[in-house]
């Protein structure tokens, strides 16, 4: 039973809750084992029976020693912290989860290696005041929810004339049960009820330790479900660790790949854009329109065929200046009225000459 400590580089971080539970489903499981894991585990519950007693009488020991000093001794802690694990470690193997067919190991310390890990921050300062109430008075609520979930908190009756039957099963309990009949059913365990199961397991242990003095952190109303804590470090991604993956860009048309190389269209650097010179208004006027005095735009009479007369709304105003002519023709017609400074311009040209 030697207790080992997490080298600096193993070490957890605790950025949401001091309390840190995770657990691996193992697959593939055993389709018939859980039915004989009872009689497996009997060595496992013979030894957390010793173990429960020394747990809770060294709780109370570090009970008086956070009301006299105000710190948890560390030694209690570690001692409390084992016990924690190997529970954890057995439940998940047992009727709380049934995610691993591997076999807990008889130890206190941590176990990189098995699937089911448990991690508790030591607190470097605890509250005096706190140690006496928190406990029994501000975990009460916890302890409410906890036993409908884990215990019997579910009831089914059945009655036929005189004679009838109830049963009373815990949600956890119904839950693993189906677990399990999936697991004969079809081989595999519903990720989403592994999930589920996880979570509820998770809220368990983070009252636990808040029961046992070992943190001032009130534990959240919270079914934090999956595997991994929600604020945890995450896995390394192996595709990340190796870099980004440089892929050819795809192209269309004639571009092609040559020995291993992009066109050199995709690889020449685009030129600079430079900002647009501003134009006269003049020139915005587009190309073919003319306008009149007080009039629209308008199309001119010239089109792709020449003397094809325009049809609209413009058609008697924007016509060919010769009726009938297929010469291009680009005048305007002589039925739109001419501007009173048009006419001063011709009248002065035609005196000067």
């Known amino acids: 039973m ?3 400590t997490p080298s600096p580089a193993q070490a957890p971080r605790f950025e949401d809750y001091p309390v840190q ?15 004989v894991k009872w009689l497996l585990l009997v060595p496992h519950a013979l030894a957390l029976i010793v173990l429960g007693a020394a747990f809770w009488l060294m709780s109370l020991f570090a009970l008086v020693a956070v009301v006299i000093t105000g710190r948890y001794p ?3 802690f570690d001692f409390n912290l084992g016990v924690m694990r190997w529970g954890w470690r057995v439940s998940f193997y047992a009727y709380s989860a049934l995610g691993t067919d591997r ?17 508790v921050e030591y607190p470097a300062q605890l509250s005096r005041g706190l140690a006496l109430v928190k406990w029994w008075l501000l975990a009460l609520p916890h302890y409410l929810i906890l036993a409908i979930l884990f215990g019997g908190g579910t009831w089914f009756t059945w009655q036929l004339g005189d004679t009838g039957w109830a049963w009373g099963g815990s949600i956890v309990g119904i839950l693993v049960l189906i677990a399990g009949i999936m697991l004969v ?15 509820i397991n998770r809220w368990a242990l983070r009252v636990a330790g808040y029961a046992a003095l070992m943190t001032d952190r009130y534990p959240p109303f919270r079914l934090d479900v999956g595997g991994d804590e929600p604020h945890g470090p995450a896995e390394p991604n192996p595709v990340d660790a190796a870099g980004p993956v440089e892929r050819p860009m795809p192209v269309c048309g004639s571009l092609r790949w040559r020995d291993g190389r ?11 854009r430079s900002s647009p010179e501003p134009t006269p208004a003049s020139a915005s006027r587009p ?7 007080g009039r629209p735009w308008c199309w001119r009479a010239a089109t792709p065929r020449r003397g094809r007369r325009r049809r609209g709304p413009y058609a008697r105003r924007c016509r060919p200046a010769v009726r009938g002519s297929r010469r291009s023709t680009s005048r305007i017609s002589t039925r739109w009225p001419r501007s009173p ?5 011709t009248t002065a040209g035609s005196t000067s000459s």
Do not use: C, H, K, N
């Not at 076999?103 to 890990?117: H, I, K, Q, T, V």
């Not at 400074?341 to 311009?345: E, F, L, N, P, V």
């Open 2 to 4: 030697a207790q080992t």
């Open 341 to 345: 400074a048009r006419s001063r311009r």
């Open 262 to 272: 992009p066109p050199t269209s995709l690889t020449r650097p685009a030129a600079p």
């Open 103 to 119: 076999y807990p190991p008889f130890s206190l310390g941590e176990e990189p290696d098995y699937p089911a890990r448990l991690d």
């Open 287 to 293: 190309r073919g329109f003319s306008r009149g005095p």
């Open 185 to 199: 059913v079809t081989g595999t365990y519903p990720r989403p009820l592994f999930d589920l199961l996880i979570g």
């Open 21 to 35: 539970v995770r657990a691996r489903l193992d697959d593939p499981l055993s389709r018939w084992l859980w039915l």
């Open 74 to 76: 560390r030694a209690v």
